[in-house]
């Protein structure tokens, strides 16, 4: 099998040839490439030349086009701040919803003329033309609709709305980011990515409670996952963080893909969540990726896939690589799905349950 046929096998519940590696590793391709991570946020020609650097030099199976969590806030209006070796950031001192009423005076930003939304697209488009029929393709449709929604507000201001605020008026805010965002997923299907995907990290447990969670982010969250997928599309969820007491809640939204961050156990999230649902994960991007060794690398991805079986598993990072992780470390999370994710070994994990 190609890469490309080793995911989509294992998107449609079947056995591939062994597990696929597919890593949040659009910084580490920078790097690779000898780029910094900031002429990626305005520039499709880069971000096409980092990944085919990284894609080549480590031969994985899927590419995660990422330029950083501000272009969708950006194309809604908010201000932005670039940086040369990080990825740009919302100015969150200058929100741009003064007062939660304001949205009503937004418009849906047109993902193929707002701000860098077309970047986004572009470069997707230009890795499916180049390496589309042999690599998976997840072009990711930047923040979900609570993240979107805290960066439009600010962090701080958003979270006493929430205990302050009339919560039907928060919903409303909720609502147009959730309208933004699907434009945007549904407009990576034109691209003929594989898949798309949104991160909704302020909507996990570091942040909010499950309970608050269960209010304002999933119901948006669900109706998201249906719209994009009618579309055509399969579409991945992202929240960072230990999602334990919301994964089970996740799952309800429908989503092909699910992307769990390192400290949920992987092993207990593929009991509980139906086997028709990719999971995507989840090695510590921190320790042991960029600290520790190829050992500790290739002893936490041996257990990940031992703990699940290896069924429906896509192995990858839990959450963003530094651009820092040494290469080594790298080449040892890919040869470990080699070693322990064959298919093999996978049928005899099937026998064996």
């Avoid at 990422?66 to 740009?88: H, K, T, W, Y």
């Avoid at 002893?299 to 959450?319: D, N, V, Y």
């Avoid at 290469?327 to 064996?352: C, D, H, Q, S, V």
């Amino acid at each position: 099998m190609n890469s490309l046929e080793r995911c989509l096998t294992i998107m449609n519940g079947n056995i591939p040839d062994r597990i696929p590696v597919v890593p949040q590793s659009f910084m580490l391709a920078a790097e690779t490439a000898g780029i910094k991570v900031g002429e990626l946020s305005n520039n499709a020609d880069k971000m096409v030349e980092a990944h085919l650097a990284c894609i080549e030099k480590f031969d994985y199976d899927g590419i995660v086009i990422d330029f950083d969590d501000a272009s969708l806030a950006e194309a809604c209006g908010a201000s932005v701040i670039f940086r040369d070796d990080e990825p740009a950031i919302v100015n969150e001192q200058l929100p741009l919803l003064k007062d939660l009423r304001d949205v009503e005076n937004l418009e849906i930003p047109d993902p193929w003329k707002s701000g860098r939304l077309p970047v986004w697209l572009e470069a997707t488009r230009m890795l499916v033309e180049k390496v589309g029929d042999q690599v998976f393709v997840m072009g990711r449709a930047d923040q979900g609709p609570f993240t979107l929604a805290t960066l439009l507000r600010g962090a701080q201001q958003f979270m006493e709305d929430l205990m302050m605020e009339d919560p039907d008026q928060i919903k409303k805010v909720i609502d147009y980011c959730r309208k933004a965002g699907t434009a945007f997923a549904k407009a990576m299907k034109d691209t003929g990515a594989h898949a798309t995907s949104i991160g909704d990290a302020y909507a996990g447990p570091s942040l909010i409670s499950p309970e608050m969670f269960r209010e304002f982010a999933l119901k948006p969250e669900i109706q998201m996952t249906n719209d994009v997928q009618e579309h055509g599309i399969p579409f991945s969820i992202h929240i960072c963080g230990d999602t334990t007491g919301i994964v089970e809640d996740m799952a309800t939204t429908g989503a092909k893909i699910l992307e769990l961050d390192w400290q949920v156990d992987l092993g207990w999230a593929r009991k509980v969540i139906q086997q028709d649902t990719v999971l995507m994960g989840n090695i510590d991007p921190s320790d042991p990726l960029v600290l520790g060794t190829p050992e500790k690398v290739d002893a936490m991805a041996r257990e990940i896939i031992q703990k699940t079986r290896g069924k429906g598993l896509f192995l990858s990072s839990g959450c963003a690589m530094g651009r820092n992780t040494p290469p080594e470390n790298f080449m040892a999370m890919i040869n470990a799905a080699k070693k322990y994710g064959t298919e093999e070994r996978l049928r005899e994990m099937e026998r064996i349950s």
